[in-house]
Structures are given as C-alpha cells and as structure tokens.
C-alpha cells in the first residue's frame, strides 16, 4: 500500500522541482526588470498592439478584448487612486492634504506603477492566449461593447479627475523631488561672510 503512494509522490518531485526552479528564474528577471520602466512598458505596447493585430486579424474574440479593456480601466483607477482616500477612512498614516496649510505628505498610489504593469501584461498575455481557443470567440456586435467602454471610460475619469481637484493631489510627479534647502536671506550690508 505505501509503495503505491510513493511512487506517486517521487513522480512529483522532480515536477515540482522543476516548477520551483522555474519560477526563481521568472522572479529573478521579473526583479532584475523593475528599474527600467521605459523598457518595460515598451515591451507592454508591443504586447498589446501584437494582440490587437490578432484580433483585427481574426475579425472575433471582441469580448475578450472588452474584458480586457474593463479590467485595464479598472487597473488604472487604482493607479491613479490614493492609497488612503480622505473621502472614505479618515487615518493616522499618510494622507493627502486637504487645506493649504497642511504638511506635504508625499502621493502613495493604491496600485504601485510595477503591480500595474505587471497586471497589464499579465492580462495581454492571457488575451492572447485565448484568442488560439475558439470557444472564446463569441459573436457580438462589436460597436457597441466599444461605444459601452467609451462611455464607462469618460464616466470614470471625470469622477476620478473631480476626485483628484477636490482633494487637490496630481497622481504623477516628473523626475526626483529635489530639496533646495533654505533660501539665504539677503542682507542689505553686502557682506557675504567668505
């Protein structure tokens, strides 16, 4: 009785061994990737330009791309979201300012630029996956699920740009904060002190 089961559990051993050890080698590239986001965000658009060409190419599988398009606007409201919404949970933790007399509190977003990025590619490459399998390739009239996202899309960035005009925060920032220090006060003798 006990052989029966070991040979079912040395048979996968050597499976889960080989799992194991690929997806160190995927996590190891994955973390070597995270620095260049130029880069990787290239390889995203080629991603999905190269589905978007199967698709146009196929002429089906618009349903696909429709979930993929509700679950990208939906990635990308967490990326553009706060961490703590001041509307929702008042916390002791980072916070956005509310009043111009508040402290800078830096701007956390609720979904990290890596995890969406990941999450985009991670979602094109299963779309393209599927695109092989016909039984995803459900015939609808493809005009209006795009003209529904169209509108689902303005709908939701009007109510999250009136979100961020409200609380007063921009989700993007340009290049590495700088400190200045402080600005020497001019004095009216001339004097430098060298």
């Known amino acids: ?45 080629v991603l999905a330009c190269l589905y978007a060409l199967r ?27 706060p961490l703590v919404d001041p509307e929702l949970e008042p916390s002791d933790g980072p916070s956005l300012p509310t009043k111009g007399s508040d402290e800078f509190k830096p701007f956390i977003r609720r979904l990290p630029e890596f995890k969406f990025w990941y999450a985009i590619t991670k979602a094109f490459c299963i779309a393209f996956v599927l695109t092989f399998f016909s039984m995803f390739d459900v015939p609808v009239f493809w005009p209006i699920l795009l003209f529904y996202w169209v509108v689902l899309f303005f709908l939701t960035m009007r109510r999250q740009i009136a979100h961020m005009i409200k609380y007063k925060y921009l989700p993007f920032n340009i290049g590495k904060q700088k400190y200045s220090g402080k600005k020497p006060a001019a004095s009216s003798s001339g004097f430098r002190g060298d």
């Open 1 to 45: 009785m006990e052989g029966n089961g070991g040979d079912g559990a040395s048979a996968a051993a050597p499976l889960n061994q080989w799992r194991h050890d690929a997806w160190k080698i995927f996590q190891f590239y994955l973390d070597k990737s995270t620095p260049h986001a130029v880069y990787r965000w290239i390889g995203t658009f």
């Open 55 to 81: 698709v146009f190419y196929l002429q089906g599988f618009y349903i696909i791309s429709y979930g993929v398009g509700i679950y990208v606007l939906n990635l990308l409201i967490g990326f553009l979201s």
